[in-house]
């Protein structure tokens, strides 16, 4: 059972070059998210959805886009990549909302020059 | 807006003492409280969480209080261990909805 798994786990980008960050779940989970993490600024989330077909934005959508076209996967999109987003990302998914907890992968160490 | 704030980026306690993490909140609509454990290059661990119709959950050595008057929220660990080294960050999210929002975290440290 391999959880959540993000790929890659290091990226450098170029400022206005796009790219994917792939996550993908074998725990059949419903609710799938992406967040970022920076310094001193914990886990703001960027976008989220509740089932394959439906997302949603969080705090910080600006810059990214998201599909859900199966439960399985839900890759983030950077559409012209700035050195704002220079970042850890993290995708998790969960069955459920509420107090159930989320599974969490290991994270993408993407900078942007 | 953070509309979930730990005050406090650190904390360091001795072994077998009780570490106190705190959380404070903003939105009346969270329904879902949470604490994960982070370790350096991992994702975050879900660890403990407490809807807000309790007051109290336990969870062997964790202990999670709500005090939704004040809109703040607590996590007791009792005895700690070195191992509970790592950052903690309390989560909220309202009712049926996929929206969690995050603190910025408090790292702590148990010293042996």
């Known amino acids: 059972n391999a959880g959540v798994t993000q790929t890659p786990k290091f990226q450098v980008l170029k400022t206005g070059q796009s790219m994917t960050l792939q996550c993908a779940q074998d725990?059949?989970?419903?609710?799938m998210s992406w967040y970022r993490q920076d310094p001193g600024m914990g886990l703001r989330l960027i976008h989220y959805s509740v089932g394959a077909g439906i997302t949603d934005q969080g705090e910080v959508p600006n810059g990214y886009n998201v599909s859900r076209s199966t439960t399985e996967d839900f890759p983030l999109r950077l559409l012209s990549a700035a050195p704002s987003q220079t970042s850890v990302y993290f995708c998790a998914s969960s069955y459920t909302t509420g107090v159930g907890g989320y599974t969490f992968g290991s994270g993408t160490r993407l900078t942007v020059v | 807006d953070q509309q979930v704030k730990q005050n406090s980026p650190s904390l360091s306690v001795q072994e077998g003492r009780i570490s106190i993490l705190n959380c404070d909140y903003t939105?009346?609509?969270?329904?879902?409280f949470l604490w994960y454990k982070k370790y350096p290059a991992e994702g975050p661990t879900f660890l403990i969480s407490i809807s807000s119709i309790k007051d109290k959950n336990e969870d062997g050595r964790f202990t999670v209080f709500l005090n939704k008057s004040a809109k703040h929220l607590s996590l007791h660990i009792v005895p700690s261990q070195p191992g509970d080294s790592a950052v903690y960050f309390c989560a909220a999210s309202p009712y049926n909805n996929n929206d969690m929002r995050f603190g910025a975290g408090t790292r702590l440290t148990v010293k042996p």
């Open positions: 939105n009346s609509m969270f329904d879902y």
């Open positions: 725990m059949n989970h419903e609710y």
